[in-house]
Nanobody, 123 residues
Framework: QLQAFGGGLVQAGGSLRLSCAAT????????MGWFRQAPGKERDFVAA????????YYADSVKGRFTISRDNAKQTVSLQMNSLKPEDTAVYYC??????????????????WGQGTKVTVSS
């Protein structure tokens, strides 16, 4: 089970920190990802991190502004979002994939999803 939280309303240029907690089982492998879905649009990849090595990956649109991290002991993955823009407004989802080590992150690779947390960036 994945639970995402930390969304809210923030002004452009501000920051938010999203977290995703894994409950029910210990996660020590696979890849955790953050995706977002704006109204009327497809769900898009934002960032990902491998549980084992902590290697991180980012969509070009958030590179340099967002930072993904994981805490193995707490079984949480966080997304620090800085310099937020109105176009970052979306529902953000955390997700997990296993057994796939590709550096591409299509939605279909991720089998477990959190419920989503809404981020609204006002201009």
């Amino acid at each position: 089970q994945l639970q995402a939280f930390g969304g809210g309303l923030v002004q452009a240029g501000g920051s938010l920190r999203l977290s995703c907690a894994a409950t029910g089982r210990t996660l020590s492998s696979g890849t955790m990802g953050w995706f977002r879905q704006a109204p009327g649009k497809e769900r898009d990849f934002v960032a990902a991190i491998t549980w084992s090595s902590g290697t991180s990956y980012y969509a070009d649109s958030v590179k340099g502004r967002f930072t993904i991290s994981r805490d193995n002991a707490k079984q949480t993955v966080s997304l620090q979002m800085n310099s937020l823009k109105p176009e970052d407004t979306a529902v953000y989802y955390c997700a997990r994939r296993i057994l796939i080590t590709s550096t591409h992150f299509p939605v279909s690779d991720f089998a477990s999803w959190g419920q989503g947390t809404k981020v609204t960036v006002s201009s």
